[in-house]
Nanobody
Framework: QVQLVESAGGLVQPGGSLSVSCAASKSIFSIIVMGWYRQTPGKEREWVATTERGGRMNYADSVKGRFTISIDNAKNTIYLQMNSLKPEDTGVYYC????????WGQGTQVIVSS
């Protein structure tokens, strides 16, 4: 069992930056893949970015070059740094982890608006 606790999101203007975190209840060395998805009303949850055990990181084309995942192994926490935010980045961001079973965080709201 893995509990995932996300930090609060927030409201940011277009072009701004925001960082959210996800703390896992177990060592992330035992987690195969961990990352972020997002969802907006009326749309399916979409993959944003993931980091695999071993360090490989993958990003959706829509966020590549703007979003970055980083890892703090000592805190069992991953971070999503979001730069050059656009209104279409608005949504509820969900942390996801899989250690052989999938787990989800509670979601955190990110609003990009002027």
């Amino acid at each position: 069992q893995v509990q995932l606790v996300e930090s609060a999101g927030g409201l940011v203007q277009p072009g701004g930056s925001l960082s959210v975190s996800c703390a896992a209840s177990k060592s992330i060395f035992s987690i195969i893949v961990m990352g972020w998805y997002r969802q907006t009303p009326g749309k399916e949850r979409e993959w944003v970015a993931t980091t695999e055990r071993g360090g490989r990181m993958n990003y959706a084309d829509s966020v590549k070059g703007r979003f970055t995942i980083s890892i703090d192994n000592a805190k069992n926490t991953i971070y999503l740094q979001m730069n050059s935010l656009k209104p279409e980045d608005t949504g509820v961001y969900y942390c996801h982890a899989n250690d052989g079973r999938p787990y989800w965080g509670q979601g955190t709201q990110v609003i990009v608006s002027s």
